[in-house]
């Protein structure tokens, strides 16, 4: 099961797992992107319109979900996800409260909500993405990163409480992907203060992110089949990790020293 399966990483994994033969269910707010995806596919699906803040319709969701497959649920990916980008100083609340609801919330729903089958099976993984800034703070980022790094918290706990048991807990941490992240994100002025339309911040996101969403979806594919607990995607990925181990109070600064070269 994915979320966030209309565009970009979803997509991508959808489609990947697919064509391994795995059946999907795909669930999203988009309904286009969704109907789009699902067409893609060659192998059983279902399709889902979902807004993942709503609990008790993912609690339905999930019924739905196990009333329709006739194997054990192997994987759920709580992928949906939403950007911002602004200061601390002019932060909307309003876009603080949909990107937290969607980044945090909708991770913490979906787990709730299909954990019970997991467990029951003592089979399954829960995959919850973060992000690079699940790792460190970057500035004009502060929402987004509290709520990466809240999903991160959340995930590592679930992690420990699931110890000897057969059903194991995730966390997905990608550098920049190509995906529409940046079209779909609310931001009302460019904040780097360039006067760029969001069309213009995307294009040039696209130019900066190093990884496709399709090796995204290789990437997390092979993770979890590996077993691994914290999956870093992107090369990029690897050195943000590095450099918040490394420098833990200075690590923009050197990020900063590495940008102006
Ligand atoms: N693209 C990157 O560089 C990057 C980096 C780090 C982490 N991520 C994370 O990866 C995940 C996937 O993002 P993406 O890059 O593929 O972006 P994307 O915009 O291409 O896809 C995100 C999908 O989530 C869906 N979505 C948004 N709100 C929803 C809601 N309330 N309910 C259900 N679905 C909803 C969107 O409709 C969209 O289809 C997100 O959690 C994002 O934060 C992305």
């Known amino acids: 099961m994915i979320t966030g399966a209309a565009s970009g990483i979803g997509r ?68 949906a996800g939403v950007a911002t980008s602004t200061t601390v100083l002019n932060s909307v609340p309003e876009d603080d409260s949909w990107l937290f609801d969607i980044n945090y919330w909708g991770v913490v729903n979906g787990t709730r909500a299909f954990l019970p089958q997991l467990v029951k099976q003592n089979y399954g993984v829960i995959v919850n993405t973060s992000s690079v800034y699940g790792l460190v703070g970057m500035p004009k980022n502060s929402a987004y990163c509290a709520a990466k790094f809240a999903v991160r918290g959340f995930t590592d706990s679930l992690r420990q409480e699931l110890r000897g048991t057969g059903v194991s807990a995730v966390t997905v941490h990608p550098g920049g992907i190509k995906t529409n992240i940046i079209r779909n994100a609310r931001i009302h002025s460019d904040p780097d203060g360039q006067g760029r339309t969001l069309a213009q911040m995307a294009a040039d996101f696209d130019k900066i992110a190093l990884t496709t969403p399709d090796k995204a979806a290789e990437i997390i594919h092979r993770g979890v089949e590996r077993g691994k607990a914290r999956i870093l995607v992107g090369p990029d990925a690897y050195v943000f990790d590095a450099l918040a181990r490394i420098a833990p109070t200075h690590y923009f600064t050197v990020m900063a020293r590495l940008f102006d070269r």
């Open 12 to 79: 991508s994994l959808a489609r990947r797992l697919s064509r391994h033969g795995s059946p999907v269910i795909i669930a999203d707010v988009d309904e286009n992107g969704l109907e789009e995806t699902a067409a893609s596919l060659k192998g059983p699906v279902l399709s889902r319109v979902l807004d993942v803040r709503d609990a008790d319709d993912v609690q339905r969701f999930a019924k739905e979900v196990q009333a329709w497959l006739d194997l054990p649920l192997a994987a759920v990916f709580n992928n």
